[in-house]
């Protein structure tokens, strides 16, 4: 499986961003999703991850009720919608695959990683 995330750039606080990734492959829909986010010098940090049919979802404290994750089966893409975005929401976001479908916070269970897209948000 091959991913490729896009739509970061720069936003103010209190604004919003969709994060799309595109996967290759005709077994997307059956592994979980998930997203993280790196800033410089710190851990890769868990933020959304989603169920193989898109049941279920779990998400980071810090972006609960703000960020919302989806899926498109039939378009091989998930996605990230972000409101009401904060300056602490600035990191490079990943977006990962997982063999198995159920979902998973630990970035150890992912097998397949895309490329990352920055997300700045200014105050």
């Known amino acids: 499986v091959q991913l490729q995330a896009s739509g970061g750039g720069l936003v103010q606080a209190g604004g919003s961003l969709r994060l799309s990734c595109a996967a290759s492959?005709?077994?997307?829909?059956?592994?979980?999703m998930g997203w993280f986010r790196q800033t410089p010098g710190k851990e890769r940090e868990f933020v959304a991850t989603?169920?193989?049919?898109?049941?279920?979802?779990d998400y980071a404290d810090s972006v609960k009720g703000r960020f919302t994750i989806s899926r498109d089966n039939t378009k091989n893409t998930v996605y990230l919608q972000m409101n009401s975005l904060k300056p602490e929401d600035t990191a490079v976001y990943y977006c990962?695959?997982?063999?198995?479908?159920?979902?998973?916070?630990?970035?150890?269970?992912?097998?397949?990683w895309g490329q990352g897209t920055q997300v700045t948000v200014s105050s």
């Open positions: 990962a695959a997982r063999s198995w479908g159920s979902t998973s916070t630990g970035s150890d269970a992912y097998d397949y």
């Open positions: 492959g005709r077994t997307f829909s059956s592994y979980a």
């Open positions: 989603i169920s193989w049919k898109g049941g279920s979802t």
